[in-house]
């Protein structure tokens, strides 16, 4: 038992859940039996058709720290993620999809990384995705520390990498104020300018102990993911990281000239090479272009 930390530092886990019967059990296993036990674990079923709602319930039951929530229409992904951030107690906050795995240790490691770091706004762990094998897999272990510069092209170098960022232990009086949570309409790379947002406002740490081993079968690995998610843009399409730049850019205020400079030519760069490798037509009019001038192109390797 953590009492050092009890009864103050309550951690609340947010869990949104949809037609999630095939791994809802196992998740809710890995949270009730965490090392840590000062904790809340609210669900929110965003009107589910399967039995998910039926399993969270038999954990209700067996444990007075699950609490559901029953939406009676599907309210969409991210009004779900808020809406249960709206209801967190807790001094700390993390999300868990219905099909990420934490291990028992990984809310310990966590919150003790943070209590012994007060600099630090968030915490996580290592992690992987459940197609990898963690004897052949180095798990992803970056974290978002030292100056904002440096915070910044850390992140744009890992951003393909940066689950472990957004479901992070985070300090919850932080993430309460995240403006990117309140939109009534999804975009591509949403987590990401959420992630830049906290990056922004301080550091954050990567515990060398604890691990998550997210799901691979989500929604954004689907053929059909732009529908799903109801990102109906034309121009997400072509651009599809042209709404997180123009999200992204709010937050050159909080700058100064070096890191706004920095900030923008990263979106570029980054931008670029999305435009690169998501478009085969455009990449066959460069690679025309690097035959008759000898300009070397390189596609991202993300």
């Given at each position: 038992m953590m009492n050092k930390h009890d009864p103050g530092d309550l951690v609340t886990i947010g869990i949104p859940v949809y037609n999630s019967e095939a791994t809802i059990r196992s998740v809710l296993e890995s949270l009730v039996n965490q090392t840590y036990s000062n904790i809340e674990i609210?669900?929110?079923?965003?009107?589910?058709?399967?039995?998910?709602?039926?399993?969270?319930?038999?954990?209700?039951?067996?444990?007075?720290?699950?609490?559901?929530?029953?939406?009676?229409?599907?309210?969409?992904?991210?009004?779900?993620?808020?809406?249960?951030?709206?209801?967190?107690?807790?001094?700390?906050?993390?999300?868990?999809?219905?099909?990420?795995?934490?291990?028992?240790?990984?809310?310990?490691?966590?919150?003790?990384?943070?209590?012994?770091?007060?600099?630090?706004?968030?915490?996580?762990?290592?992690?992987?995705?459940?197609?990898?094998?963690?004897?052949?897999?180095?798990?992803?272990?970056?974290?978002?520390?030292?100056?904002?510069?440096?915070?910044?092209?850390?992140?744009?170098?890992?951003?393909?990498?940066?689950?472990?960022?957004?479901?992070?232990?985070?300090?919850?009086?932080?993430?309460?104020?995240?403006?990117?949570?309140?939109?009534?309409?999804?975009?591509?790379?949403?987590?990401?300018?959420i992630c830049l947002y906290l990056l922004v406002i301080g550091p954050i740490g990567r515990a060398q102990d604890g691990l998550t081993v997210f799901g691979s079968k989500g929604v954004s690995s689907k053929p059909d993911a732009r529908d799903l998610l109801g990102i109906k843009s034309k121009w997400d399409t072509f651009f599809p990281l042209a709404r997180f730049s123009q999200e992204a850019f709010k937050l050159i205020p909080e700058l100064n000239m070096i890191e706004r400079c920095y900030l923008i030519y990263l979106l570029f760069q980054l931008n670029f090479r999305m435009l690169v490798t998501k478009n085969q037509k455009f990449y066959r009019i460069l690679s025309l272009l690097k035959r008759s001038t000898n300009w070397r192109i390189k596609p991202s390797r993300h």
């Open positions: 609210l669900i929110s079923d965003n009107n589910s058709t399967d039995s998910t709602i039926d399993i969270c319930k038999e954990f209700q039951f067996s444990d007075k720290r699950v609490t559901i929530y029953e939406q009676t229409e599907n309210i969409g992904a991210l009004r779900n993620f808020s809406f249960l951030l709206d209801q967190a107690k807790g001094q700390f906050f993390m999300w868990n999809a219905a099909d990420d795995l934490r291990s028992i240790d990984f809310i310990k490691v966590n919150i003790d990384n943070l209590i012994k770091n007060p600099s630090l706004i968030a915490s996580t762990s290592p992690h992987l995705h459940d197609n990898q094998s963690i004897n052949s897999t180095q798990p992803v272990t970056f974290s978002l520390t030292g100056t904002r510069k440096n915070r910044m092209r850390i992140f744009f170098k890992f951003a393909g990498s940066s689950h472990g960022i957004f479901y992070a232990l985070i300090r919850t009086e932080v993430i309460r104020n995240c403006p990117y949570l309140r939109y009534s309409q999804i975009f591509w790379a949403q987590d990401w300018v």
